[in-house]
């Protein structure tokens, strides 16, 4: 996988989508992976193609967008404070309120589907679910993924 340990955010207060997202390519952009042109393609893509998912009454957004926004793979994590909404990847009527964010970097179009399924994979262990919402360091997190096989 394609998670620096410096890339995460954990338990961040903010109001909506487009404030989150600010914050997750902000992170991205300083660090260097992704262009300038990121964060606007991130909120198009949103729009047209939503990333919310529920899994086991947990809700997930991986929002992402096209490789040539982007500089050098990379995921950034985000746990939030309070969930906000998101529109659900499956049906754009239902409404999923979300409490874990994995911002997708990808360089190459093709490594976004074995990115994807590792991280279904994650979000089915509940263990590790749970963990990754009380999680508030690098460490953590880091160990978190070593144990759910997740790299």
């Not at 404030?19 to 729009?47: A, D, P, T, W």
């Not at 809700?59 to 050098?72: E, N, Q, W």
């Amino acid at each position: 996988m394609y998670f620096d340990k410096h890339l995460c955010l954990f338990h961040l207060d903010v109001a909506n989508q487009t404030e989150l997202f600010e914050k997750m390519f902000k992170k991205l952009y300083e660090n260097g992976f992704v262009k300038q042109s990121y964060l606007n393609g991130i909120m198009k893509r949103e729009k047209e193609y939503p990333t919310g998912i529920l899994f086991a009454n947990t809700g997930f957004a991986i929002p992402h967008t096209d490789s040539v926004h982007v500089i050098k793979s990379q995921i950034c994590f985000t746990s939030l404070k309070r969930p906000i909404v998101f529109n659900d990847m499956t049906n754009m009527e239902n409404q999923i309120s979300v409490e874990l964010v994995f911002m997708l970097a990808m360089s190459q179009p093709h490594e976004q589907v074995g990115t994807l399924q590792n991280l279904m994979n994650l979000f089915q262990d509940e263990r590790a679910v749970k963990q990754l919402k009380e999680c508030s360091s690098e460490e953590e997190f880091v160990e978190i993924l070593k144990q759910s096989n997740v790299q």
